[in-house]
């Protein structure tokens, strides 16, 4: 096992029960406790957890990994999402993106879709080519304040891309802050495609950081449809701070493995509820 998988298995860990202990930890990757050490150590020096006595604990009450540490978890869910989502982007739309694993996988989905890999409205009048192929100039406007979505899409012609402002999380990529809120203010979006950490019934959408859920809570209230991308495993579970209630989504996106319990919730609430 290599070190970043080692440093990736053990930020898993630590993501899923709050704490590490050494021994504990050697046991699971089949490595020394003086291999663990030294990688707890090293994690602890790039600020990405708590280093203890005998282990380690998370960052912060609401522990968020790295980006790039998140992208491998139920990756095949998150790109069978995102597919789906693109199916429901026509041409011309202005799409609101915030930050996250699915959100990539959309965005990705997107770039393909708009440079003619799937479906979408098409040019049929006068000014097509004898109705066949995309209108002329962007076929869509995605709007993100995820520097990440941001490199991605700005190398595809076919898709006009707006960048907010903002300061930047290194955990997310994700632009925060007044200058991030300000452009926001100033766009106008057909659909907004939100990545959250959690749903619940109760309270509705949410994210670990306050920042991030202003600017996505933002997102939604300046976008006329609300699309929440998230794998099955987000269902039921809360974080620390409240984008908007249920009341503001028109359609989830996620996997199979939803339970019929909270899938039904959902349509209670009068959300489309599509699976994958």
Not at 45 to 73: D, F, N, W
Not at 117 to 146: C, E, I, K, Q
Request: charged share 25%.
């Amino acid at each position: 096992m290599s070190k970043h998988e080692r440093w990736s298995a053990l930020l898993e860990l630590l993501a899923a029960e709050g704490r590490l202990e050494v021994e504990e930890a050697a046991s699971t990757l089949e490595v020394s406790a003086a291999t663990i050490r030294r990688d707890l150590d090293e994690l602890a020096e790039q600020q990405m957890l708590v280093r203890t006595r005998g282990g380690a604990i998370a960052h912060g009450v609401s522990y968020e990994l790295p980006l790039r540490y998140k992208s491998s978890r139920h990756a095949s869910e998150k790109q069978r999402i995102a597919a789906a989502v693109a199916e429901l982007v026509a041409d011309g739309d202005v799409v609101g993106l915030n930050g996250g694993t699915t959100t990539t996988e959309v965005a990705r989905a997107l770039a393909l879709r708009a440079g003619g890999g799937g479906g979408g409205r098409r040019d049929s009048g006068a000014g097509g080519a004898a109705g066949a192929g995309f209108a002329a100039g962007p076929v869509l406007t995605v709007v993100t304040n995820a520097l990440n979505i941001a490199g991605e899409l700005a190398v595809r012609p076919q898709i006009k891309i707006v960048v907010t402002g903002g300061v930047a999380r290194p955990q997310t990529y994700e632009l925060v802050g007044p200058l991030t809120t300000g452009v926001l203010h100033e766009v106008v979006l057909d659909v907004v495609i939100l990545g959250v950490d959690g749903v619940d019934p109760d309270l509705g959408i949410m994210a670990h950081q306050e920042d991030e859920a202003s600017v996505s809570r933002l997102f939604a209230e300046r976008a006329h449809r609300v699309i929440v991308v998230t794998d099955s495993s987000k269902m039921g579970k809360r974080a620390f701070a409240r984008i908007c209630g249920l009341d503001r989504i028109d359609v989830v996106v996620t996997d199979s493995a939803i339970s019929g319990e909270a899938a039904g919730r959902l349509r209670d609430a009068g959300i489309k509820v599509i699976t994958v």
